[in-house]
T-cell receptor
């Protein structure tokens, strides 16, 4: 079983749609959680951190459920520019900080 | 402010040769990470430096890989001798706060081993 699992997609949605991505992690000692965005052949960039209380940044809402070891990302009113791969990232405190990436979920937003 | 820079952007070498990748983190970032993405797979953690000290190198594949960060500034990742399965994109990232801080990635060094 992978340490961080995501549905690879692709998700094909029309502009304006709402789309949700899920991610599960296996290590209950995981400490910090993030969603990163990666465009084709580019480096990952932070989209948002994820907190148990839930957090929102414009059209994006992230949620963490520690009991279920589950993270979600909701994108409302999808734009063409949202097309990318969304990476679920979990950090383990190992003395150092080990970063574990999901394989990513691909999103295509079409006009 | 300059971001994380990596060199070379692309390297093509033959099996058995040596390659050294370099990463210059954002100035003032004590935390530096190396990752690797093999085609079709997820990004894999290799190791984490705090300044010049290795905090976690559990992701290093084998002893053909050597990472250094002398002086706590830039870092190098040497692969010697390179094997076919080492091909992939090697990302470097740096952060100020290792716990809650954002990771800033370089554009990656693409390594092709023939």
């Amino acid at each position: 079983r992978k340490e961080v699992e995501q549905d690879p997609g692709p998700f094909n949605v029309p502009e304006g749609a709402t789309v949700a991505f899920n991610c599960t992690y296996s290590n209950s000692a995981s400490q910090s959680f993030f969603w990163y965005r990666q465009d084709c052949r580019k480096e990952p960039k932070l989209l948002m951190s994820v907190y148990s209380s839930g957090n929102e940044d414009g059209r994006f809402t992230a949620q963490l459920n520690r009991a279920s070891q589950y993270i979600s990302l909701l994108i409302r009113d999808s734009k063409l520019s949202d097309s990318a791969t969304y990476l679920c990232v979990v950090i383990l405190n190992t003395g150092g900080f080990k970063t574990i990436f999901g394989a990513g979920t691909r999103l295509f937003v079409k006009a | 402010e300059a971001g994380v820079t990596q060199f070379p952007s692309h390297s093509v070498i033959e099996k058995g040769q040596t390659v050294t990748l370099r990463c210059d983190p954002i100035s003032g970032h004590d935390n530096l990470y190396w990752y690797r993405r093999v085609m079709g797979k997820e990004i894999k953690f290799l190791l984490h430096f705090v300044k010049e000290s290795k905090q976690d190198e559990s992701g290093m594949p084998n002893n053909r890989f050597l990472a250094e960060r002398t002086g706590g500034t830039y870092s190098t990742l040497k692969v010697q001798p390179a094997e076919l399965e080492d091909s992939g994109v090697y990302f470097c990232a740096s952060s100020q706060d290792r716990n809650t801080g954002e990771l800033f990635f370089g554009e990656g060094s693409r390594l092709t081993v023939l």
